[in-house]
Structure formats: structure tokens, C-alpha cells
């Protein structure tokens, strides 16, 4: 218990949620954002390191929680695989377009229309020195993190290519990043896909994010009796119940917990 203690000494709420999980792992499933939360964030989406502990202690962590353990993230899932190798997690990826679960794999794919504004938008990024587009398949995300001054511009451009793309996507504003996803998806729809299978039917959730897409999720967590931590400064509105300040104390939570 000191190790957990210390792990989260900033935030006694969050210290005493996270204590019940060793007192009933059977009562609880844990749903956890990548990038900003488990990892650092980085200056590119393909700067992300992880470190060489966590996957294993991820996998520890599921395993006391009898598997009820998910990643729910922006990226692709095939991408979440790889940062996590060789472990394959229960994962939403594309903010819940794509679903791993017990019973498999769900991809929404990208439509040939959704593939041409996305060369059209990877195409005009070339006039913004420092936009890096990201193709995440049926989603895409032009990120200005090496180039804050194109922000209210590349805010202009996404919502324009949000009405090209039609109802079926919608533009999703994140740190330093605007994304075209899947209209029909987002990180509280997956936790409720998630709830409706085993090892995650009838648990109580705990969600822990750092962004605005992570919102719906902490939404479904505090509606469902469990426990959402927003990751960063106090701050930030969020509707989340506790709070960490940096991706390392979540990562001390982990092996806290993985031990």
C-alpha cells in the first residue's frame, strides 16, 4: 500500500480510489487513454516513447483485474498494438470506431470519398510549414503542435473539410490537433460496447484521460456509480471526480498497482 500511497501522494480522492482496486479487483474495469495519459505527449505523433516496463505491467494489472482492462484511444488499433507489443489488449481505437473485444474485431472503414480529402488535406498541410497529417484510416488528424500559428486557419480548414466529408465524420478538437472522425463514435459509446460483453458486464468503470475526447468517458464512469481522473492541471473544466498531474504519476499508479 505505501508504494500506492506514494505513487499518488497529490491526490488522497484518487489515493483511496485507486485502493479499492487491490481490495476488489473483481469489482472494477479500468479504461485508460494512450497518448497524455499513459504516455508523454510528444512534439510528433511518431515521437511517442514508451517505456520499456509498462506493457508488462499493463499486462500484470489485467490480469488481476481478470482481464477487465481496455485502452481507449484516438489512434488506430493496429497502432495501439504496436506501442504495447507483444501484449494485445482489449482496445477502442478512433475514439471507438474500431473495437477489439472478446468478440473481435469491429473497423469502420474509410470510404473512397473520405480517401481523397484526405490527399487533398495531406496535400494543402504542404502550404503550412510544421502541420503534420496523420492518416488514421477512417479517421484523420492534422496536428500544429510544431506550428501554433496556424491554428485559427487549420480550425477554418478542418471544418471545411468536415462539411465535405458529410454527416458520417465530425471534426473533434484535441491538444494541439484537429481530427475528422467517425461521426458515430466516441470514448463513452465504446465503455457502454464495452459493458456489454465479459470480462467488463456489471463492473463499475474507472476511466483515466487528459483530453476533451476523453469527456464522454468520465461522463459514463460518474453515471455508472464508478470513478473518472482527468490528467493535468486543476484547472482544466472536466467533469472527472479526481485528478493526476502528469502521465508519470499515472505510470507510478500502474507499477503501484501491477506489483
Given at each position: 500500500?505505501?508504494?500506492l500511497?506514494?505513487?499518488?501522494?497529490?491526490?488522497?480522492?484518487?489515493?483511496?480510489?485507486?485502493?479499492?482496486?487491490?481490495?476488489e479487483?473483481?469489482?472494477?474495469?479500468?479504461?485508460?487513454?494512450i497518448d497524455?495519459?499513459?504516455l508523454?505527449?510528444?512534439?510528433?505523433?511518431?515521437?511517442?516513447?514508451?517505456?520499456?516496463?509498462?506493457p508488462?505491467?499493463?499486462?500484470?494489472?489485467s490480469?488481476?483485474?481478470?482481464?477487465?482492462?481496455?485502452?481507449v484511444?484516438?489512434?488506430?488499433?493496429?497502432?495501439a498494438?504496436?506501442?504495447?507489443?507483444?501484449?494485445?489488449?482489449?482496445?477502442?481505437?478512433?475514439h471507438?470506431?474500431?473495437?477489439?473485444n472478446?468478440?473481435?474485431?469491429?473497423?469502420?472503414?474509410?470510404?473512397?470519398?473520405f480517401?481523397?480529402l484526405?490527399?487533398?488535406?495531406?496535400?494543402e498541410?504542404?502550404?503550412?510549414?510544421?502541420?503534420?497529417?496523420?492518416?488514421?484510416?477512417a479517421a484523420?488528424?492534422?496536428?500544429?503542435?510544431?506550428a501554433?500559428?496556424?491554428?485559427?486557419?487549420?480550425?477554418?480548414?478542418m471544418?471545411h473539410?468536415a462539411?465535405?466529408a458529410?454527416?458520417n465524420?465530425?471534426l473533434q478538437?484535441?491538444?494541439?490537433?484537429?481530427?475528422?472522425?467517425?461521426?458515430?463514435?466516441?470514448?463513452?459509446?465504446?465503455?457502454?460496447?464495452?459493458?456489454?460483453s465479459?470480462p467488463?458486464?456489471?463492473?463499475?468503470?474507472?476511466?483515466?484521460?487528459?483530453?476533451?475526447?476523453d469527456?464522454?468517458?468520465?461522463?459514463?464512469?460518474?453515471a455508472?456509480?464508478?470513478?473518472s481522473?482527468?490528467?493535468?492541471?486543476?484547472?482544466?473544466?472536466?467533469?472527472?471526480?479526481?485528478?493526476?498531474?502528469s502521465?508519470?504519476?499515472?505510470?507510478?499508479?500502474?507499477?503501484?498497482l501491477?506489483?
Open positions: 500500500m505505501q508504494s500511497e506514494n505513487a499518488v501522494q497529490d491526490d488522497d480522492a484518487t489515493q483511496e480510489m485507486l485502493s479499492l482496486v487491490l481490495e479487483p473483481d469489482h472494477w474495469a479500468m479504461f485508460l487513454d497524455g495519459t499513459l508523454n505527449l510528444a512534439p510528433t505523433p511518431d515521437a511517442i516513447e514508451v517505456p520499456e516496463a509498462l508488462g505491467q499493463l499486462h500484470r494489472l490480469n488481476k483485474l481478470g482481464g477487465a482492462l481496455a485502452l484511444t484516438g489512434r488506430s488499433l493496429a497502432y498494438d504496436e506501442l504495447f507489443k507483444p501484449f494485445a489488449f482489449p482496445t477502442a481505437g478512433l471507438g470506431a474500431e473495437i477489439r472478446a468478440a473481435g474485431t469491429q473497423t469502420v472503414e474509410a470510404t473512397a470519398e480517401q481523397a484526405k490527399h487533398a488535406l495531406t496535400a498541410a504542404e502550404h503550412y510549414p510544421g502541420v503534420l497529417i496523420e492518416d488514421k484510416g484523420v488528424a492534422a496536428h500544429y503542435r510544431l501554433p500559428e496556424y491554428e485559427k486557419v487549420l480550425e477554418d480548414r471544418r473539410y462539411e465535405v458529410g454527416p465524420w465530425a478538437l484535441g491538444k494541439m490537433v484537429f481530427e475528422l472522425r467517425p461521426a458515430r463514435s466516441s470514448k463513452g459509446d465504446a465503455l457502454e460496447r464495452f459493458f456489454q465479459d467488463f458486464k456489471n463492473r463499475c468503470p474507472i476511466t483515466i484521460g487528459d483530453d476533451l475526447t469527456e464522454s468517458m468520465f461522463a459514463i464512469a460518474n455508472r456509480g464508478g470513478v481522473v482527468r490528467v493535468g492541471a486543476i484547472g482544466t473544466p472536466s467533469c472527472a471526480t479526481s485528478r493526476l498531474s502521465s508519470a504519476l499515472v505510470r507510478n499508479v500502474i507499477a503501484a501491477a506489483a
